[in-house]
């Protein structure tokens, strides 16, 4: 009886080695059910003195906003590891009070400086107004502006002589806001967009807080001094990065110069031109992408830069800067920290099965994120940013998942898989589900579809169709054989002999009561 035991063991272990199970791909899909996984928190983004006004203020700001609120700004750091720069190698040295250095694709902090003081910000607060635009509005959208977008806006502030009952397109509006920075021009967008500037700043505020701010309140659409306005190097990275991933915004603060022709008003064509001196040349930067001044007698000087180099795009902040001479110079020194500094490494290049990782999703000889057929993937797009010199091999690897109330036809982010190394966070990558490649689906349920092919360390069958049809008889047969067997095995083990001593010890039986009833 202990060898049949045996033998139906050791059946059942090679017919459950030749397919796929998944007890974790369960897992994901029961916490995609019952919502009951926590949100990993993986994230964690030309002035000159002829500007006028949020970008070269004017000095007839009223006495009430010379200062912040200070009930509501108060110099904080935020005590979370994962924010926490990496800060390695010879940090530079530089004059503004705030600044920060982030990778654009990770959200992973290189150097700050007093990332989580409160500052006015100035027209980088457009940065926000464009990407809540173009989240909200299409290009072709006409904008007609208000005598309020014209008259409660400050004179002398920065404008492009918008007037009463104008009419511009949305993209129109936007290249003015972003390259000459224009406050009539953001008062207007933000009306169109929501009605009404209170109602507009609803939409930044929701949306900073939806990046991830902590430290911002937004009033206006257009960064002109107000004690209720303020926010952070650290948060306006964040919306930075949220910016530059958007293929639009990207393409607005790349341009140096741009035409907007005649209108239903103004008979001349009006030109527009960048006003960040490294995107316009003035200051030679090599890999800038764009940027957004900022100025305002209270705020200070404000810059926001963005630079590529060899795959990787960093986020310069500086925040409260004295003069135009030290906002660049600190710019300069904190992208070329960033670039000297730190690589990019792509996750799923990594971790591929050609560079060896074999702890992949799920199993060592079933790799789920491998398999064509899979629905699960690996985003291609996810990054670790680490210190040169340092293997990928070094982060350190987790994966949380993400509760997800209604799966969409198409990708559906599930979870990710997050990279710390020494504590601090350096990348991540999504998880994604394809409801459209699961051929088993029911109530937002799925169910890991059966491999078509049995993998083992280094040899692959094949696939078609045929062959599939094949395997499955295969393992169908297997597992007859094992049924028969077993029922062999019991017949021949335990049955057979128990038949053989119940019939001796009936015959023993029998025999005995003859002699004693002779007896």
């Given amino acids: 009886m202990k060898r049949s035991f045996l033998l139906i063991s050791v059946l059942c272990l090679l017919i459950s080695n030749t397919s796929f199970t998944s007890v974790q791909a369960q897992t994901i899909s029961a916490n995609i059910n019952n919502n009951t996984t926590n949100v990993s928190t993986v994230l964690t983004s030309s002035a000159n003195t002829s500007d006028k006004n949020s970008d070269s203020i004017d000095n007839k700001e009223t006495d009430k906003n010379t200062s912040p609120n200070t009930d509501k700004i108060t110099n904080t750091t935020a005590n979370q590891k994962n924010l926490l720069p990496l800060n390695i190698g010879d940090k530079p040295s530089i004059n503004s009070k705030s600044a920060v250095v982030m990778e654009a694709s990770t959200g992973a902090i290189l150097y700050a400086k007093n990332m989580h003081d409160k500052h006015f910000p100035a027209s980088i607060t457009k940065i926000l107004t464009t990407l809540v635009a173009l989240e909200n509005s299409s290009p072709g959208e006409v904008v007609t502006f208000s005598k309020n977008a014209i008259y409660d806006v400050d004179l002398d502030s920065s404008r492009i002589g918008i007037d ?257 190394y020494k504590n601090i966070f350096v990348g991540y990558a999504d998880i994604l589900y394809n409801k459209a490649s699961s051929p088993y689906e029911l109530n937002n349920t799925f169910i890991p579809e059966t491999p078509k092919t049995i993998v083992t360390k280094g040899v692959q069958m094949p696939s078609d169709t045929d062959n599939n049809h094949r395997l499955r008889l295969i393992i169908i047969s297997i597992i007859v054989i094992v049924i028969l067997i077993s029922v062999t095995c019991y017949l021949l083990f335990v049955e057979l002999p128990y038949r053989k001593r119940r019939n001796a010890y009936t015959k023993k039986k029998r025999n005995g009561n003859h002699h004693k009833n002779n007896f």
Avoid: W
């Avoid at 209108?263 to 960040?276: D, F, G, K, P, V």
């Avoid at 074999?358 to 199993?363: P, S």
């Fill in 164 to 420: 009463v009952g104008e009419k511009l397109t949305m993209e129109q509006s936007l290249y003015a806001v972003m390259l000459e920075s224009a406050n009539e021009v953001a008062y207007g967008v933000a009306e169109h967009v929501a009605g009404s500037v209170p109602a507009f700043t609803a939409l930044m505020n929701k949306t900073a807080k939806n990046l991830g701010c902590v430290d911002s309140n937004f009033v206006n659409p257009h960064g002109l001094p107000d004690e209720n306005h303020y926010t952070s190097a650290y948060d306006m990275a964040l919306i930075s990065r949220a910016a530059i991933n958007n293929e639009s915004f990207r393409k607005i603060t790349g341009t140096k110069t741009y035409a907007i022709p005649p209108t239903n008003i103004q008979s001349e064509t009006r030109y527009l031109a960048n006003h960040h001196k490294m995107v316009k040349g003035s200051i030679s930067y090599d890999g800038v992408i764009g940027g957004k001044t900022g100025y305002t007698s209270k705020a200070k000087y404000t810059l926001v830069t963005f630079a590529k180099r060899n795959g990787m795009t960093l986020i310069s902040v500086i925040m409260c800067c004295d003069s135009i001479t030290d906002e660049y110079a600190d710019t300069k020194a904190l992208l070329n920290y960033g670039f000297e500094n730190y690589s990019l490494y792509n996750i799923s290049q990594e971790i591929g099965p050609n560079n060896g990782d074999t702890d992949t999703m799920f199993t060592k000889y079933a790799p789920l994120f491998s398999r064509k057929t899979s629905s699960l993937k690996l985003s291609t797009e996810g990054s670790v940013v680490l210190p040169k010199g340092i293997s990928f091999s070094k982060a350190e690897k987790n994966i949380s998942y993400e509760p997800v109330s209604e799966l969409k036809d198409g990708s559906n982010v599930i979870g990710s898989m997050n990279y710390t």
